[in-house]
């Protein structure tokens, strides 16, 4: 799985994310000073987990707010009941990049 | 001593998230969810939804199949509670069986309200609530054209945006001058009504149904109060809700015109019954007067929190409603109940497709609602749980980041949750 970089470290505050436009999309969340990348759609509905509200170490769906493990993609509350997956995050300097699942 | 035993009528969003907010807190008796629908729980949501507009498959489940019995929750779908026998302490099932209980929670939901002209159950007339309906309905709507929607509120306005992406002819009729306007008010309202005018839907108001014209079993036309009639391929009628209370009788609880009165735990007017969701009759800090909140989130965490309460470990159940409803591409999104006495403040850039509208209470947002702006949703719910003081200037303008306004007051969310 190629790296690719996702952003500088001040283009997201705290509480920010975005999304890259990779199949699957993947969000990248900053929490505490931290950055997280996980898949982008919500394993129960299909919305953008780049557009719902961070909390500590959580993400909560925009839509239907299931709410999920920044770490470990775990679902943690219902009406979400499958994982999704995470991305490994490396912080070089100013550069934030991912370890994407395909190619933009 | 015998072993505890929960049962639990309804395999609902209320039913289910009951079971398993018990097996969470470590609840050891015995948990059985009865349901006369024989499909593994479901999710009532996409049946108005992605269920019909011919690309998704099946249900979708609440819960994986293997969970059930991963959590030891025993179902008995396709089964009927007929009688609650207080005496014996035992439910009764339309097949004969009895079961053991000591905790009952109805979370038997609501069932649709049906016109009484005749015709009303012809073969084409859709009542929408449960699977069969959907699947029914999906297969008229296969044949096409055209649609009548009687009733323009969430479900019917969802069901006339589904058929107008599946290029089908829809009217809807409303017997209410201005669609949604006692739920959402009037700037907001108009916002929707545009979104499905801007769609090629017919909107018919201040019109209800006199009669349908049929041949056989087949209804062919509906003829309004208006004298207007209009060819009808397929009805589908989606005039409000009755609460499902039959079985107040035999387990003598106190009902309501909204359903099961309970108080803030969920507990009926006897102390070991509960009723969550829809079927019951609340007196919610959201609400001007006690009521039913008919949304799935609603039922859902209204569920949570009488699981918890019967499992030892009382929840008071106090959110803000939160709903949604999918029209076309956007997201309408409900956090809280407007009233008619709020400052309406509409951000600036307002159209059918993206907006954002809140609701000022003292000075405070007491409800917000968006169409394809989740990502503030998301924040305007804090900021309606945080009580937080707003300035309606501040609000209107589209640039303003909400988790700014919300940021200074995290401690008093934290005091209030408390609370």
Known sequence: ?104 | MRRSSCVIVGASAAGISAAVAMRRLDYRGRITVVDADPNPPYERPPLSKSLLDGTAGGLVPILPWSTYDDLEIDLRLGERVTAIDLGALQVRLGGGDRLDVDRLVLATGVTARRLTVPHADADNVVNLRDAADAWRLNSLLTRGGPLVVIGAGFIGLELAAVARQRGIDVTVVEAQPHPLAHVVGSEVASLVVDLHHGHGVRLITGATVERFVATGTTVEQVVLSTGRRIDAATVVVGVGVEPRTELAASARVDVDRWGFPVNEFGQTSRAWIFAAGDVASQAHPHLPARGRLEHWDVAQRHGEAVGSTVAGEPVRYREAPYAWSDQYTGTLQIVGRPRGTDQVVLRRGATPERFLAFWLRDGRVGAVAGMDASREIGVARRMVAANVLVDSDVLADAATDLRGLLKPRRTRTTEQLAG
Request: charged fraction near 25%; hydrophobic fraction near 40%; proline fraction near 7%.
């Open chain 1, 1 to 104: 799985m190629p790296w690719i970089r996702a952003c500088s470290v001040d283009e997201l505050d705290d509480g920010d994310a975005l999304q890259i436009p990779t199949n699957p999309p993947v969000a990248v969340f900053r929490a505490d000073g931290e950055f997280f990348a996980l898949d982008d759609t919500c394993s129960h509905g299909q919305s953008s987990l780049a557009d719902g509200y961070v909390e500590g170490d959580q993400v909560e769906c925009a839509w239907h707010m299931a709410k999920f493990d920044l770490r470990t993609g775990a679902a943690l509350t219902l009406p979400a009941t499958k994982p999704v997956c995470t991305y490994r995050v490396k912080v070089d300097g100013d550069d934030v990049s991912v370890e994407v699942p395909d190619r933009v």
